[in-house]
């Protein structure tokens, strides 16, 4: 696959009570494109200090580019402390200060997301003023943008998100941060017409809604089509969502059906399931096991 992929936003260490793993939302998906055979980039910030450089040599492994990915001589690669006592309920620390809260913009990143087939970031990224305004800058482009919502209170607001919304082609979003938004906006409780009435005012191309273990949906063309999912066995859910959106953007840059694209986005994200960690690896094979089951 020729296409070209930048992702841009956190890379960090989530740190378990039983250890620490690689992670960062930006960061799994540019992994998962990577896997599928794309050549994708990350824009990212680490810190001068062991645990940015054991989180290159990580993605180093993964054959991912490193060229965007900036080193911070002042601020710590970041943290998520994660307490999963209860894994119904399971909570989070985004430790700041953190490195990926200071990127800074360069015309060297410009130049590859404005030749890029695809640019991928999340709001998370855009909770300090620094990588915000990078962010903002690089979404001037024509090249296609898809938003990968994650509302973690406190580090969002509607203010940021109404401006990101606006520059989105396609929005990426679970069934709680829907409610969220359509409670602000003051849109229908149905999810249907939310959808319309979300997709009308921000122009949006298209919009995936992920329901966990129900699946996931698509609304475009004021069409809505749904997957019921891949009942699996599961491991940790963690990363599951990012496998989902590394699927799902490649599929659709390789111009395959809604249905298509769901399918195969559905399957990825249930075989992660099937593992541990957000980032294991796999082949073409193990997608098509999890199909045929």
């Known amino acids: 696959m020729d296409k070209k992929i930048v992702s841009f936003g956190e890379m960090l260490w989530d740190v378990f009570p039983a250890g620490s793993i690689a992670g960062g939302a930006p960061m799994n998906v540019a992994l998962h494109l990577r896997h599928l055979g794309t050549d994708v980039s990350l824009i990212s910030r680490v810190g001068n200090d062991k645990e940015g450089q054991d989180l290159l040599a990580f993605i180093k492994d993964y054959g991912l580019h490193q060229k965007l990915?900036?080193?911070?001589?002042?601020?710590?690669?970041?943290k998520v402390i994660v307490d999963d006592g209860d894994?119904?309920?399971i909570r989070y620390n985004i430790v700041k200060?953190?490195?990926w809260d200071q990127i800074e913009w360069s015309e060297k990143m410009q130049e590859q997301v404005d030749l890029a087939d695809a640019f991928i970031f999340g709001s998370l990224a855009a909770r300090e003023e620094t990588s915000r305004n990078t962010l903002l800058t690089l979404l001037e482009t024509q090249t296609l943008k898809v938003l990968d919502i994650n509302l973690r209170a406190p580090f969002y607001s509607?203010?940021?998100?109404k401006k990101l919304l606006s520059l989105t082609d396609i929005l990426k979003i679970n069934e709680e941060e829907l409610t969220i938004l359509s409670g602000f906006h003051h849109f229908p409780n149905e999810m249907e017409p939310a959808l319309d009435k979300l997709t009308e005012l921000y122009d949006l191309n298209m919009i995936c809604v992920t329901l966990g273990k129900d699946g996931a949906l698509i609304y475009s063309e004021e069409e809505l089509i749904k997957h019921p999912g891949y009942r699996v066995i599961v491991q940790d859910t963690v990363g599951s969502g990012d496998a989902f959106l590394g699927a799902f953007i490649y599929s659709y840059l390789m111009d395959k059906t809604?249905?298509?694209i769901l399918?195969?986005?559905c399957a990825l994200g249930a075989l992660v399931a099937t593992r541990k960690g957000g980032t294991?690896?796999?082949?073409?094979q193990d997608i098509d096991k999890i199909k045929a089951e």
């Open 87 to 89: 894994k119904e309920n």
């Open 280 to 284: 294991p690896k796999y082949d073409q």
């Open 263 to 265: 399918d195969d986005a």
């Open 97 to 99: 200060p953190a490195a």
């Open 158 to 161: 509607f203010e940021v998100l």
């Open 258 to 260: 809604p249905e298509q």
């Open 69 to 78: 990915i900036q080193i911070d001589q002042t601020c710590p690669t970041g």
